[in-house]
Nanobody, 121 residues
Framework: QLHFVESGGGLVQPGGSLRLSCAASGFTLANYVTGWFRQAPGKEREAVSCLSSTGNSVRYAESVKGRFTTSRDNAKNIMYLQMNSLEPEDTAVYYC??????????????WGQGTQVTVSS
């Protein structure tokens, strides 16, 4: 199983921005399809984005299209989630995992601590 370390969460006002980071532990991100997932209180975990191994293709959940951008720095072996125009509905714990792009589901997830994002005034 792949192990990720998420960071960068925090409290932000509606309309604000945050950038989350996902570091790979012991493997190379560019060898895998990986993505961001989130779980809001009382809700099931859902996919936010899936990034291809080449980094050339990203699929986003409809709820974040146009607001969130997923990217990867191969030199640093870190994946990012730039979140703009944040809404209270984006409040959740955000996680990284290997991802199946076709189904936008996690593949053999090894859920870590995640990073908490709270959007509130």
């Amino acid at each position: 199983q792949l192990h990720f370390v998420e960071s960068g969460g925090g409290l932000v006002q509606p309309g604000g921005s945050l950038r989350l980071s996902c570091a790979a532990s012991g493997f190379t991100l560019a060898n895998y399809v990986t993505g961001w997932f989130r779980q809001a209180p009382g809700k099931e975990r859902e996919a936010v984005s899936c990034l291809s191994s080449t980094g050339n293709s990203v699929r986003y959940a409809e709820s974040v299209k146009g607001r969130f951008t997923t990217s990867r720095d191969n030199a640093k072996n870190i994946m990012y989630l730039q979140m703009n125009s944040l809404e209270p509905e984006d409040t959740a714990v955000y996680y990284c995992a290997a991802c199946l792009i076709a189904t936008m589901t996690a593949e053999a997830p090894n859920w870590g601590q995640g990073t908490q994002v709270t959007v509130s005034s």
